[in-house]
T-cell receptor
Protein backbone atom coordinates (compact mmCIF):
# COMPACT_ATOMS: atom_id res chain seq x y z
CA UNK A 1 0.00 0.00 0.00
CA UNK A 2 1.16 3.51 -0.67
CA UNK A 3 1.90 5.54 2.44
CA UNK A 4 0.53 8.88 3.50
CA UNK A 5 1.51 11.59 1.08
CA UNK A 6 1.63 15.30 1.71
CA UNK A 7 2.02 18.11 -0.77
CA UNK A 8 3.85 20.32 -1.07
CA UNK A 9 6.86 19.25 0.94
CA UNK A 10 8.23 22.76 1.34
CA UNK A 11 6.57 26.11 1.20
CA UNK A 12 7.67 29.69 1.70
CA UNK A 13 5.05 32.36 2.28
CA UNK A 14 4.96 35.91 3.59
CA UNK A 15 2.97 37.27 6.50
CA UNK A 16 -0.65 37.89 5.71
CA UNK A 17 -0.86 35.32 2.95
CA UNK A 18 -2.87 32.14 3.16
CA UNK A 19 -1.77 28.60 2.45
CA UNK A 20 -3.41 25.26 1.71
CA UNK A 21 -1.72 21.96 2.49
CA UNK A 22 -2.86 18.62 1.17
CA UNK A 23 -2.81 15.13 2.63
CA UNK A 24 -3.67 11.85 0.93
CA UNK A 25 -4.21 9.07 3.48
CA UNK A 26 -3.56 5.39 3.07
CA UNK A 27 -6.27 3.72 1.04
CA UNK A 28 -9.16 2.65 3.28
CA UNK A 29 -8.27 4.96 6.14
CA UNK A 30 -11.12 7.20 7.18
CA UNK A 31 -9.47 9.19 9.95
CA UNK A 32 -7.06 11.99 9.09
CA UNK A 33 -5.38 14.05 11.80
CA UNK A 34 -3.20 17.11 11.48
CA UNK A 35 -0.39 18.13 13.81
CA UNK A 36 1.89 21.14 14.02
CA UNK A 37 5.49 20.53 15.04
CA UNK A 38 7.73 23.36 16.23
CA UNK A 39 10.95 23.36 18.27
CA UNK A 40 9.31 25.36 21.04
CA UNK A 41 5.89 23.77 21.34
CA UNK A 42 6.63 20.28 20.08
CA UNK A 43 3.88 18.25 18.45
CA UNK A 44 0.44 19.77 18.85
CA UNK A 45 -2.84 18.40 17.58
CA UNK A 46 -4.69 20.66 15.17
CA UNK A 47 -7.78 18.72 14.20
CA UNK A 48 -9.10 15.40 12.98
CA UNK A 49 -11.51 14.53 10.23
CA UNK A 50 -13.46 11.32 9.99
CA UNK A 51 -15.81 10.58 7.12
CA UNK A 52 -15.78 14.22 6.02
CA UNK A 53 -16.69 15.54 9.48
CA UNK A 54 -14.43 17.31 11.92
CA UNK A 55 -14.45 15.02 14.93
CA UNK A 56 -11.93 16.73 17.16
CA UNK A 57 -10.19 20.07 17.33
CA UNK A 58 -7.13 21.35 19.15
CA UNK A 59 -6.49 24.75 20.66
CA UNK A 60 -5.62 26.73 17.59
CA UNK A 61 -7.15 29.98 16.36
CA UNK A 62 -9.83 30.02 13.73
CA UNK A 63 -7.25 30.92 11.09
CA UNK A 64 -6.52 27.21 10.98
CA UNK A 65 -9.19 25.21 9.22
CA UNK A 66 -9.51 21.99 7.35
CA UNK A 67 -11.76 19.74 5.40
CA UNK A 68 -11.99 16.19 4.19
CA UNK A 69 -13.29 14.97 0.89
CA UNK A 70 -15.33 11.88 0.12
CA UNK A 71 -12.18 9.99 -0.89
CA UNK A 72 -10.72 10.80 2.57
CA UNK A 73 -8.14 13.22 1.21
CA UNK A 74 -7.79 16.17 3.49
CA UNK A 75 -6.66 19.75 3.23
CA UNK A 76 -5.77 22.25 5.86
CA UNK A 77 -5.80 25.97 5.33
CA UNK A 78 -4.11 28.71 7.27
CA UNK A 79 -5.26 32.23 6.58
CA UNK A 80 -3.49 35.48 7.43
CA UNK A 81 -0.18 33.79 8.07
CA UNK A 82 1.96 34.88 11.01
CA UNK A 83 5.65 34.34 11.58
CA UNK A 84 4.79 31.90 14.36
CA UNK A 85 3.01 29.63 11.91
CA UNK A 86 6.39 28.50 10.58
CA UNK A 87 6.44 24.81 11.39
CA UNK A 88 6.39 21.27 10.11
CA UNK A 89 2.78 20.25 9.50
CA UNK A 90 2.22 16.53 9.77
CA UNK A 91 -0.74 14.57 8.60
CA UNK A 92 -1.58 11.13 9.96
CA UNK A 93 -4.15 8.61 8.87
CA UNK A 94 -5.69 5.57 10.53
CA UNK A 95 -8.59 3.25 9.99
CA UNK A 96 -10.82 4.62 12.73
CA UNK A 97 -8.81 6.78 15.11
CA UNK A 98 -5.69 7.17 17.21
CA UNK A 99 -6.07 3.87 19.05
CA UNK A 100 -5.12 2.07 15.92
CA UNK A 101 -1.77 2.83 14.40
CA UNK A 102 -1.57 6.32 13.02
CA UNK A 103 0.58 6.46 9.91
CA UNK A 104 2.32 9.76 9.41
CA UNK A 105 3.24 11.50 6.22
CA UNK A 106 6.63 13.18 5.72
CA UNK A 107 5.18 16.58 6.50
CA UNK A 108 5.03 19.97 4.86
CA UNK A 109 7.62 22.43 6.07
CA UNK A 110 6.15 25.93 6.03
CA UNK A 111 8.33 28.99 6.39
CA UNK A 112 6.62 32.33 6.89
CA UNK A 113 8.74 35.40 6.19
CA UNK B 1 -6.51 16.32 31.35
CA UNK B 2 -4.13 13.79 29.98
CA UNK B 3 -0.48 14.63 29.61
CA UNK B 4 2.84 13.01 28.80
CA UNK B 5 6.23 13.85 30.25
CA UNK B 6 9.46 12.63 28.76
CA UNK B 7 12.36 12.91 31.16
CA UNK B 8 15.49 14.12 29.41
CA UNK B 9 15.38 16.00 26.15
CA UNK B 10 18.73 14.51 25.12
CA UNK B 11 20.11 11.07 25.86
CA UNK B 12 23.55 9.94 24.74
CA UNK B 13 24.70 6.31 24.76
CA UNK B 14 27.58 4.38 23.29
CA UNK B 15 26.98 1.90 20.52
CA UNK B 16 26.11 -1.45 22.09
CA UNK B 17 24.94 0.08 25.35
CA UNK B 18 21.46 -0.09 26.85
CA UNK B 19 18.98 2.50 25.66
CA UNK B 20 16.47 3.78 28.22
CA UNK B 21 14.08 6.58 27.33
CA UNK B 22 11.68 7.63 30.05
CA UNK B 23 8.00 8.47 29.70
CA UNK B 24 5.43 9.20 32.37
CA UNK B 25 1.79 9.82 31.67
CA UNK B 26 -1.13 11.34 33.45
CA UNK B 27 -4.51 9.76 32.88
CA UNK B 28 -7.53 9.03 35.02
CA UNK B 29 -8.48 6.00 32.95
CA UNK B 30 -6.43 3.19 31.41
CA UNK B 31 -4.61 4.82 28.53
CA UNK B 32 -3.48 3.77 25.12
CA UNK B 33 0.23 4.57 24.97
CA UNK B 34 2.57 4.83 22.04
CA UNK B 35 6.20 5.35 21.17
CA UNK B 36 7.03 6.96 17.85
CA UNK B 37 10.40 7.64 16.25
CA UNK B 38 11.25 10.49 13.92
CA UNK B 39 14.32 10.54 11.72
CA UNK B 40 15.55 13.85 10.30
CA UNK B 41 13.30 15.32 7.64
CA UNK B 42 10.79 12.52 7.99
CA UNK B 43 7.41 11.92 9.57
CA UNK B 44 6.81 9.77 12.63
CA UNK B 45 6.96 6.00 12.62
CA UNK B 46 5.26 3.84 15.21
CA UNK B 47 7.67 1.76 17.30
CA UNK B 48 5.14 0.12 19.59
CA UNK B 49 1.86 0.65 21.39
CA UNK B 50 0.21 -0.43 24.62
CA UNK B 51 -3.46 -1.29 24.48
CA UNK B 52 -3.85 -3.17 27.79
CA UNK B 53 -3.32 -6.63 26.30
CA UNK B 54 0.10 -7.09 27.90
CA UNK B 55 2.24 -4.88 30.10
CA UNK B 56 5.46 -5.68 28.23
CA UNK B 57 5.16 -4.56 24.66
CA UNK B 58 7.62 -5.50 21.95
CA UNK B 59 8.09 -3.25 18.98
CA UNK B 60 10.14 -2.93 15.86
CA UNK B 61 13.93 -2.68 15.65
CA UNK B 62 14.43 -4.47 18.99
CA UNK B 63 12.66 -1.88 21.13
CA UNK B 64 10.29 -2.75 23.93
CA UNK B 65 8.40 -0.86 26.62
CA UNK B 66 6.84 -1.83 29.91
CA UNK B 67 3.60 -0.36 31.18
CA UNK B 68 3.71 0.21 34.92
CA UNK B 69 0.42 1.47 36.24
CA UNK B 70 1.70 2.05 39.77
CA UNK B 71 4.42 4.33 38.44
CA UNK B 72 2.35 5.74 35.57
CA UNK B 73 5.31 5.02 33.34
CA UNK B 74 5.92 3.59 29.90
CA UNK B 75 9.68 3.61 29.46
CA UNK B 76 11.27 2.55 26.19
CA UNK B 77 14.29 0.25 26.20
CA UNK B 78 16.62 -1.48 23.81
CA UNK B 79 19.36 -3.81 25.06
CA UNK B 80 22.02 -2.73 22.58
CA UNK B 81 22.09 0.60 20.77
CA UNK B 82 22.94 0.80 17.11
CA UNK B 83 24.14 3.86 15.25
CA UNK B 84 20.96 3.77 13.19
CA UNK B 85 18.90 4.31 16.37
CA UNK B 86 19.97 7.96 16.52
CA UNK B 87 16.73 9.88 16.12
CA UNK B 88 14.07 11.71 18.08
CA UNK B 89 11.63 9.63 20.08
CA UNK B 90 8.16 10.64 21.14
CA UNK B 91 5.89 9.12 23.74
CA UNK B 92 2.18 9.72 23.19
CA UNK B 93 -1.17 8.96 24.77
CA UNK B 94 -4.51 8.62 23.06
CA UNK B 95 -7.05 11.01 24.47
CA UNK B 96 -9.83 9.27 26.29
CA UNK B 97 -13.34 10.31 27.05
CA UNK B 98 -14.63 10.86 23.58
CA UNK B 99 -14.16 7.51 21.97
CA UNK B 100 -11.54 6.53 19.48
CA UNK B 101 -10.79 9.91 18.01
CA UNK B 102 -7.66 10.71 16.05
CA UNK B 103 -6.00 12.81 18.72
CA UNK B 104 -2.66 11.92 20.25
CA UNK B 105 -1.05 13.93 23.03
CA UNK B 106 2.70 13.89 22.63
CA UNK B 107 5.57 14.38 25.01
CA UNK B 108 8.26 16.91 24.18
CA UNK B 109 10.50 14.30 22.64
CA UNK B 110 13.91 12.84 23.47
CA UNK B 111 16.80 13.05 21.07
CA UNK B 112 18.90 9.92 21.19
CA UNK B 113 22.54 10.25 20.27
CA UNK B 114 24.57 7.07 19.70
CA UNK B 115 28.33 7.42 19.94
CA UNK B 116 30.65 4.99 18.19
Amino acid sequence: KAGVTQTPRYLIKTRGQQVTLSCSPISGHRSVSWYQQTPGQGLQFLFEYFSETQRNKGNFPGRFSGRQFSNSRSEMNVSTLELGDSALYLCASSLQGARETQYFGPGTRLLVL
Amino acid sequence: AQSVTQLGSHVSVSEGALVLLRCNYSSSVPPYLFWYVQYPNQGLQLLLKYTSAATLVKGINGFEAEFKKSETSFHLTKPSAHMSDAAEYFCAVSEMGSGNTGKLIFGQGTTLQVKP
